[in-house]
């Protein structure tokens, strides 16, 4: 984005910092990503059911998904924004390798739906709850 004299480089849109929530801090598993996009304190509620607080807390949680499914990947099907507030439609796909939900893992591709609703305030993220459909998952788990 061009500065204009007097002005700051303008934050990223809600829709983009969804976009770089799922793009760069999830699917290329960036660490220098949620800094940038998440605010300090924010609130993430996965769609495991887990509520985590901070940047470090929500690492903390997509590690542990990295470490059931290594190649989780999110693709983004739909977004409907309005100010500061987004909600997504998505597909959560990869290999089942760790333990997830109580099962270990056997290599199986695993594909699921679902949804997540975000807040934004001075350019982060300030909350997301995700909602899985983990009937879903879980009849594909061995």
């Known amino acids: 984005m061009p500065r204009t004299a007097g002005s700051t480089l303008a934050s990223p849109g809600t829709r983009e910092l969804v976009r770089r929530f799922y793009a760069d801090a ?5 660490d220098l990503v949620p800094e ?3 605010a300090a304190d924010f609130v993430f509620r996965g769609s495991l059911g887990d509520e985590v607080r901070g940047r470090e807390g929500w690492r903390s949680y ?6 059931a499914i290594p190649d989780f990947h999110n693709e983004i099907v739909d977004v409907v924004v309005d100010g500061d507030r987004a909600a997504a439609r998505l597909r959560y796909s990869g290999h089942h390798h760790g ?3 109580g099962v270990p893992g056997r290599g199986r591709r695993i594909k699921y739906a679902g949804a997540a609703f975000f807040t934004a305030q001075d350019g982060f993220l300030t909350t997301a709850w995700v909602l899985g459909d983990l009937d879903g998952l879980r009849r594909q788990l061995p």
């Open 26 to 30: 999830w699917n290329r598993w960036d």
């Open 36 to 38: 940038r996009i998440l």
């Open 62 to 67: 997509r590690d542990r998904m990295r470490a």
């Open 99 to 101: 333990e997830l939900l």
